[in-house]
């Protein structure tokens, strides 16, 4: 079998880079299949003022793998795109399975999968990491129906992403398959309900001095996580105040943040930068609300503002491959307080670290986190709730062996199965 994962190649930042990498990894464990990444050599149109290459990393996260690369689809290039096209095809793919994370590539991705539709010896598969997106607007829907609408086979992570594909298709029927099985009636459309597999491209190092890193930081005994892109909707701005009322009672925490402003990743000083941004700018206020756009997001302040110097260490930069597990492993827990949530890489990443989590009970959260089993759960935009569950946490800790019973269902080798079920 012959399985082509089009997406970000292991070169981009962000999760689903590594998603798409994993996939095709765990695609390849399966005896007698060939997999290829064809992916992107510009994500987004090219007035976005963001850096989306990953200029850090010296890990190879395909070493010892025979997966082949193809950088080849520019967003800004629809040329490339029947050049993505054509070169699939001739790869002679069985499946075809596309990462489908954000709106605005409905364009490209539903040219390129109206064009393999015309080859019905090829299964189409979009893997929905979301349907409604968090604006919500209705270019975003336009895109969306554009994007995904032609497809084969579905895969989502939740059953609040199968709803909102039923609410996007009002008129379509499909068939929700738990166990990779599609359906034989040419008019329903197969949705495999699957699950966000546990990232296993980064692991825990034995040799990592837990001890010394935390007194290199000041870091107390307790230490909350929150890690990844630095957005509104993940809410860092709601966990600073709420740690903040936390070590006002608690001497012994601390919160580590880990990731990058992703507003902040070009020169502001350059003239392309600035010409970017005002594109970007105008562009924002013809298609979204105003409050939507985030490039002023500065929830760092808080750190400052509310004293917390002592007890917050930040590293406001991209976390290189190599260096993820160190904030994993000296972390007793993380926190996704966010304002809304799609099945997320940091709930997957730290399930690989058998890290407990903290939540606010928006998308799929209440579904996939057991409250007092494998996490706590906070009220959205409920402050005082979030920091309750932080102390409720350090009062009646998650076992770490809860974690790994979790994430023991949650296996990238059962994903793929599911993915080649004939």
Request: glycine share 4%.
């Amino acid at each position: 079998m012959k399985v082509v994962c089009f997406g970000p190649g292991p070169k981009f930042k962000g999760g689903i880079s590594n998603y798409n990498t994993s996939l095709a990894k765990a695609l390849a464990k399966i005896p007698d299949t060939e997999v290829h990444i064809v992916s992107w050599t510009q994500q987004y149109p090219a007035i976005i003022p963001r850096e989306f290459v990953d200029k850090s990393s010296r890990m190879d996260l395909l070493e010892g793998s025979n997966i082949k690369v193809k950088y080849i689809t520019n967003y800004n290039n629809p040329v490339s795109w029947y050049e993505t096209y054509r070169y699939i095809v001739s790869l002679k793919p069985d499946k075809v399975v596309f990462q489908w994370a954000i709106a605005i590539q409905g364009l490209p991705i539903g040219r390129i999968v109206s064009w393999l539709r015309q080859h019905p010896d090829i299964e189409v598969i979009l893997d929905l990491h979301f349907v409604i997106q968090k604006e919500n607007s209705s270019i975003d829907k336009f895109f969306t129906k554009m994007g995904i609408g032609r497809a084969n086979t579905y895969i989502v992570h939740a059953l609040k992403t199968y709803t909102e594909l039923q609410t996007l298709y009002p008129k379509r029927n499909f068939h929700l398959s738990l166990d990779g099985q599609r359906s034989t009636e040419a008019k329903l459309r197969t949705v495999l309900k699957l699950y966000h597999p546990i990232y296993d491209l980064f692991q825990p190092q034995a040799d990592f001095d837990v001890v010394g890193f935390k007194e290199q930081h000041g870091l107390r005994k307790n230490v909350f996580l929150f890690f990844g892109f630095i957005r509104k909707y993940k809410g860092l701005h709601h966990v600073i105040p709420a740690f903040q009322k936390v070590a006002a009672q608690r001497d012994d925490v601390s919160l580590l943040i880990c990731g990058e402003s992703f507003w902040q990743t070009l020169d502001n000083s350059k003239l392309s930068t600035k010409i970017k941004n005002a594109l970007f700018g105008l562009a924002k206020k013809v298609v979204l609300r105003q409050t939507d756009d985030e490039r002023e997001y500065n929830p760092l302040a808080l750190i400052d503002q509310l004293q917390l110097q002592d007890r917050v260490a930040v590293f406001n930069t991209f976390i290189p491959n190599e260096d993820v597990h160190k904030y994993f492993q000296v972390a007793d827990c993380a926190v996704l307080f966010y304002e809304y949530a799609t099945p997320s890489g940091i709930e997957s990443l730290s399930y690989n670290f058998a890290l407990p989590l903290l939540a606010t009970k928006v998308g799929h959260f209440p579904e996939t986190i057991q409250d007092g089993f494998s996490g706590y759960l906070a009220e959205a935009d409920n402050i005082d709730s979030m920091a309750e569950q932080m102390l409720r946490f350090l009062d009646q800790p998650i076992s770490r062996e809860n974690i790994r019973a979790k994430t023991s269902e949650l296996s990238w080798e059962n994903y793929a199965k599911a993915i080649t079920h004939a």
